[in-house]
T-cell receptor, first 106, second 113 residues
Framework: KNEVEQSPQNLTAQEGEFITINCSYS?????LHWLQQHPGGGIVSLFM???GKKKHGRLIATINIQEKHSSLHITASHPRDSAVYIC????????FGAGTILRVKS | IAGITQAPTSQILAAGRRMTLRCTQD?????MYWYRQDLGLGLRLIHY???????GKGEVPDGYSVSRANTDDFPLTLASAVPSQTSVYFC????????????FGPGTRLTVL
């Protein structure tokens, strides 16, 4: 079993829909990261959180440490949100999930 | 330079050849990392360096070596490339003293034939 599991693997949404991507992990962590990888390949950090909830624009990330689970939500989705979303957990180094491929259709 | 750069952008290499992937950052970050990304497997850590002069092994270090002579540069060397090292390689950096957010380079696409 992988240390970091993401679901779904693939997600297709219609523009305007509310999107949720889930991340479960099995190890003790000091923080959890959400990253975005665009079709061109570039990777950017979206959030780093160790408790509670963070919001940036239309993106919201939550984490439940007791349940070892995090979610990334996108409100009012747009085609430009199409990307791979990657969850990574931090202990001594980062361990990454396989990513969720999101496609938002107009 | 703004941020973190990698060179080359892509490379096709014959098996058995030696290859060095370059990574340079201008953010004065102490920590640097090399990852490989393979379809379905996600990013995996090859080697890391917490500060200049020190390096450590990650999850998949075999066949790779690194050096950290100064803060800015963190080259990754494949001494004798094999086809299983065909991958996209990402360098990243972070400053653990302030924020543990990692900043990624644009990647190097390496094909070993």
């Amino acid at each position: 079993k992988n240390e970091v599991e993401q679901s779904p693997q693939n997600l297709t949404a219609q523009e305007g829909e509310f999107i949720t991507i889930n991340c479960s992990y099995s190890v003790g962590i000091s923080a959890l990261h959400w990253l975005q990888q665009h079709p061109g390949g570039g990777i950017v950090s979206l959030f780093m959180l160790s408790s509670g909830k963070k919001k940036h624009g239309r993106l919201i990330a939550t984490i439940n440490i007791q349940e070892k689970h995090s979610s990334l939500h996108i409100t009012a989705s747009h085609p430009r949100d199409s990307a791979v979303y990657i969850c990574a957990v931090e202990s001594s180094t980062l361990v990454f999930g396989a990513g969720t491929i999101l496609r938002v259709k107009s | 330079i703004a941020g973190i750069t990698q060179a080359p952008t892509s490379q096709i290499l014959a098996a058995g050849r030696r290859m060095t992937l370059r990574c340079t950052q201008d953010m004065r970050h102490n920590a640097m990392y090399w990852y490989r990304q393979d379809l379905g497997l996600g990013l995996r850590l090859i080697h890391y360096s917490n500060t200049a002069g020190t390096t450590g092994k990650g999850e998949v270090p075999d066949g790779y070596s690194v050096s950290r002579a100064n803060t800015d540069d963190f080259p990754l060397t494949l001494a004798s490339a094999v086809p299983s090292q065909t991958s996209v390689y990402f360098c990243a950096s972070s400053d653990p003293g302030t924020s543990r957010e990692q900043f990624f380079g644009p990647g190097t696409r390496l094909t070993v034939l």
